[in-house]
């Protein structure tokens, strides 16, 4: 299931059910504290660190298998960059009978916009400038075939402490085809505490303070800004 | 805001919340008959026909300037093809000076990849085929670059009774890149009642039935069926 951006408010009712229904709750630690409030006082935690997702999905197969109603903890949406996919491996390797239901939640490239405006509108592209898992050489060729489209474009896991080429590589493919006066925003933290959010334009991306935290959406050649949000125009005509 | 899918149980807390609140509640009728049951029984509704839409937003923001305390209501997210632009379009050109909140809502990429398996695991493109908004050649030059980038496909809004031929562009378009064996999934009417899936082939894209309400989604080189469900693998190895 997908808690959303991470404040409880912007979690659907399906979502919120499942955690305080669940005798065991398994997630990254960072989203455990998150909904800690909703968990059922008898539940069992059972939470882990970055980069041990395999593990942690393994335990909830193994859990569920052993009767117990498991709920997977992702931030945003399980089925984007989240847990959903491996669950389902997982499960299917351990054989597995359990009805397994996949719960979708609001992800970044929602959450962000809905700061930001309505960058989103019309058509647009996800994708994650983490090489943990894509080869560079992939994401940049995805970064220049999207970047010749005039979609709009959502950079997820931008940049982390070690891995700052991606985001430098994106760049210099995107400035070859966007005008560098295109409105971008970048949203921190976002639902969290903390959460900050900038308007400003793709020429100055590489000037901002980005992490793994951080959502990037670059606008199109209809995006403007109209009284300090992002707004994609979608070609309704307002003098009908 | 945005109710999700459709179902009262994928809204989330904050969207409910505003509908429950709001003395005016302005969407399109479809729409509004989905959370007719949360809506105050005092409160006023402005619901409309599809082609409508801004004027539903000049007559949103009038009431608001009004002190009314009003709710627009989109499918999904407001931010996706929903009604978030035109609203702080409309507010600008109105001069208003009334608080906007844009609430965040489960888009059908999200709401349909829960039903199918996990599709969107990785980077992916959202694309609509009305070509009412956007001419039919800016989309099928979208969708020229995006079958290039191995990258998941979205389709929105793939055909209706009166156009049929942006959904043949698009297959014919996706087959010269994508293998035809591609897993790709069928959603209509998610979340709502009569809601159909189905997973099959790209090849088999136009023998399906699809209409307004439908979704399809196409997967990537690394999308296989694992028990009934479409999993986008992500790259993790299960033998660690």
Chains 1, 2 share one sequence.
């Not at 597995?96 to 989103?120: D, K, N, R």
Request: no cysteine; aromatic share 4%.
């Amino acid at each position: 299931m997908g808690i959303g951006p991470g404040n409880l408010e912007h979690m659907t009712t399906k979502a919120r059910k499942a955690i305080e229904e669940a005798s065991i709750v398994v997630g990254y630690g960072t989203y455990i504290k998150l909904i800690q409030d909703i968990v059922r006082k008898d539940a069992e935690i059972i939470s882990g660190t970055m980069g041990k997702e395999v593990e942690r999905a393994k335990i909830a197969v193994k859990k569920a298998n052993e009767n117990h109603t498991v709920v997977m903890v992702s931030s945003g949406d399980p089925g984007v960059y989240g847990m959903a996919g491996i669950i389902l491996e997982v499960a299917d390797q351990e054989k597995t009978q359990v009805p397994i239901e996949i719960i979708p939640g609001i992800t970044a490239a929602s959450s962000a916009s809905a700061i930001l405006g309505a960058p989103l509108i019309s058509d647009f592209a996800v994708i994650s400038l983490s090489d943990l898992l894509t080869p560079l050489e992939k994401i940049e060729k995805r970064l220049e075939l999207v970047s010749q489209t005039d979609m709009s474009i959502v950079l997820y896991n931008p940049q982390s402490q070690g891995r700052i080429e991606p985001l430098i590589k994106a760049y210099e493919i995107m400035i070859k085809y966007i005008n560098p006066d295109t409105p971008i925003g970048i949203v921190r933290q976002v639902g969290r505490e903390g959460q900050q959010s900038k308007i400003t334009s793709l020429k100055n991306l590489l000037n901002e303070e980005i992490d793994m935290v951080t959502t990037i959406v670059i606008g199109n050649s209809s995006t403007k800004i109209i009284n300090n949000k992002m707004v994609t125009k979608r070609g309704y005509s307002l003098t009908d």
